[in-house]
């Protein structure tokens, strides 16, 4: 089975500086995740979908962060503008259902902002 | 507050030795915890969960609510256990977000 796509894998921008991330989830994965993992911490969750659905945005700065699911398969999270810091390995996970079902995470996006 | 605290950043053990990797979770309800592993170059990945009570490459983890501990322990260490381990909880029931402690890197020396 194929795993968790992301693209690109290392993104290098100036701050103010809009930048979007792709995740391709498992085949059949309803859940989509997007976390963020700043260096030295753990992965924060940052937006949750079901489906094409939003269950929780909570963590998600809404004044510079936008994701979308688009059909229930493919996500984008985008960044306008930038900030230093935003630098982060922006992880992307699938799992079959929400509830206790296993994350199947992607290789995540490293981006560095100037 | 939901928080998940793993007190060591680093673990240092003899290949051989016991380990056992703290995890302390403050929840109000009824959590589901687990633990996730990245090997060096390798994805995050499910290690293990509680409600299942399995042991995954020798690992286990027992809940223990008294003490809001879900502590991994190995009877005998690996060099291949090396790797960054995290602990993770789950929950309120219906959206089940998860949050993840900060992490502990586990080396195990020859």
């Known amino acids: 089975e194929a795993g968790v796509a992301q693209s690109p894998r290392y993104k290098i921008i100036e701050k103010r500086q809009s930048v979007a991330f792709w995740c391709n989830p498992i085949s059949g994965h309803a859940t989509l995740y997007w976390y963020q993992q700043i260096l030295g911490q753990g992965p924060k969750l940052l937006i949750q979908?079901?489906?094409?659905?939003?269950?929780?945005d909570s963590q998600l700065p809404k004044d510079r962060f936008s994701a979308e699911r688009l059909k229930g398969v493919d996500s984008t999270l985008k960044i306008q503008p930038a900030k230093l810091e935003d630098s982060a390995v922006y992880l992307c996970?699938?799992?079959?259902?929400?509830?206790?079902?296993?994350?199947?995470f992607g290789p995540g996006t490293r981006l560095l902002v100037l | 507050a939901q928080r998940v605290t793993q007190p060591e950043k680093l673990l240092s053990v003899f290949k051989g030795a016991p380990v056992e990797l703290k995890c302390n979770y403050s929840y109000s309800g009824s959590p589901e915890l687990f633990w996730y592993v990245q090997y060096s170059r390798q994805r995050l990945q499910l290690l293990l969960r509680?409600?299942s009570r399995e042991s995954i490459k020798g690992f286990t983890a027992d809940l223990n609510k008294g003490e809001t501990s879900f502590h991994l322990k190995k009877p005998f260490a690996q060099e291949e256990d090396s790797a960054m381990y995290y602990c993770a909880l789950s929950g309120p029931e219906g959206t089940y977000k998860y949050i993840f402690g900060t992490g502990t890197r586990l080396k195990v020396l020859a």
């Open positions: 979908f079901q489906n094409n659905g939003v269950v929780d």
């Open positions: 996970a699938s799992s079959l259902s929400t509830g206790l079902e296993t994350q199947y």
């Open positions: 509680h409600i």
